[in-house]
């Protein structure tokens, strides 16, 4: 099952990826170009259960909240377009790292022309 370390290290093998602490020492917000990716809380308590936020398609974020109990509307972000995981082993590690992927490029292309081409040079 995916946990802090796993996830910190998936996103950071992600091209122009990078952690930032945006607001305070928690949560952990991974972005790309200086753009929000995904948002994680650190250091949690060994009875909690891990969560990321992650951007996802509207379309997409219904379809994987009706698939998945543990996939809910985005804590404290814009609900159509934001997604909290549980990381509870009810999804399967595949799909949670398939989710990071759909949000890293749903922000990789929004990004400018110019940040794309200086992002595929690095």
Known sequence: MLNEKIIRDYCADLKGSEETFP??????????MGKMYGL?????????????SLKCDPTLAQILRQTYPGVQPGYHLNKQHWNTITIDGTIPDDEIKEMIDNSYALVVKGLKKADREALKKS
Do not use: S
Request: net charge negative; glycine share 4%.
């Open 23 to 32: 607001f305070g020492e928690v949560p952990l917000v991974f972005k790309v």
């Open 40 to 52: 994680m809380p650190i250091n949690i308590a060994d009875n909690e259960a891990q969560t990321i």
